[in-house]
């Protein structure tokens, strides 16, 4: 079995995958059930969560009895066993035939015609649902892969402090420097947001130019006036993301949240 291709979004296993009797000695309706809600939710996509669901679903002993006794398992990796016979077995019982298939849409950052599908599945499971994924693969993965040191060079420091006050603006947070490194496109909604968070995150400033121009992630948010200045004072009423993600309505609590964190 092989991964599509750019113009095919249906993964070739072939039928005879599907008759492992191995595998068939133990998957039942509860292994079926977990095909069909994983086309459902994940469509195209599907074949990349069927080991982690299907092991969820059946008792640990029958894995490993399986794993041990299969001879398929002593020459593949179990799982990418597990994925194959499961593709084939949705399409054997023709339960692949619900699937949705990857539309054609014009990319909400370039504009460019693209398929979903083309869009990869790392990528894809970035963005989130099947649904968000409505920017091509150059745009979306600019956007998570992040800045380079060739774009830095091309950065004035006034350019990083306008960019971090782009980013506190839109998102209405103080950013954490790992902001774009986490779910980031959660903290707004809307398809314009969305996409003026994407271009920000593709042009992001690395950490090594943030340390030489600025010397700390802090000290950038203090200059560009993110933060207000004096920070011996306290600041109600200013949102921020803490480092697990809670976001705090004021520094304070901030500082709480994370000293909770950082003591589990
Ligand atoms: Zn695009």
């Not at 490993?64 to 499961?86: I, K, N, S, T």
């Not at 003026?196 to 992630?217: C, E, H, M, N, Y």
Request: charged share 25%; net charge negative.
């Amino acid at each position: 079995m092989t991964a599509p291709d750019n113009t095919s979004y249906l993964w070739t296993a072939p039928a005879s995958y599907a008759e492992n009797q191995h595998i068939r000695a133990w998957w039942s309706e509860p292994q079926d059930q977990v095909l069909a809600r994983l086309i459902e939710q994940y469509a195209w996509l599907y074949p990349w969560h069927i080991s982690e669901a299907i092991v969820a679903v059946t008792p640990e002993d029958v894995i490993a009895a399986w794993r041990e006794e299969d001879p398929v398992c002593q020459r593949y990796a179990w799982y990418d066993v597990l994925m194959y016979f499961g593709v084939a077995r949705a399409r054997t019982t023709g339960l692949e035939q619900a699937m949705r298939p990857p539309e054609t849409l014009n990319c909400l950052r370039c504009k460019k015609a693209f398929r979903q599908d083309q869009v990869g599945a790392s990528t894809a499971r970035k963005l989130g649902d099947i649904s968000n994924i409505r920017y091509c693969q150059d745009c979306s993965g600019a956007a998570f892969a992040g800045g380079s040191d060739l774009d830095d060079l091309k950065l004035s420091d006034a350019d990083i402090a306008d960019w971090v006050r782009d980013v506190a603006t839109l998102t209405g947070l103080i950013p954490p420097q790992d902001f774009f490194g986490g779910d980031f496109l959660k903290t707004v909604s809307g398809d314009v947001a969305r996409s003026q968070l994407l271009s920000l995150a593709a042009r992001r400033p690395t950490a090594k130019r943030i340390k030489d121009s600025f010397g700390s992630w802090l000290n950038l948010l203090t200059v560009s006036g993110v933060l207000p200045d004096g920070a011996h004072h306290t600041v109600r009423g200013v949102r921020s993301v803490a480092a697990d993600g809670h976001v705090c309505l004021s520094l304070p609590e901030r500082t709480i949240d994370d000293w909770l964190s950082v003591r589990g």
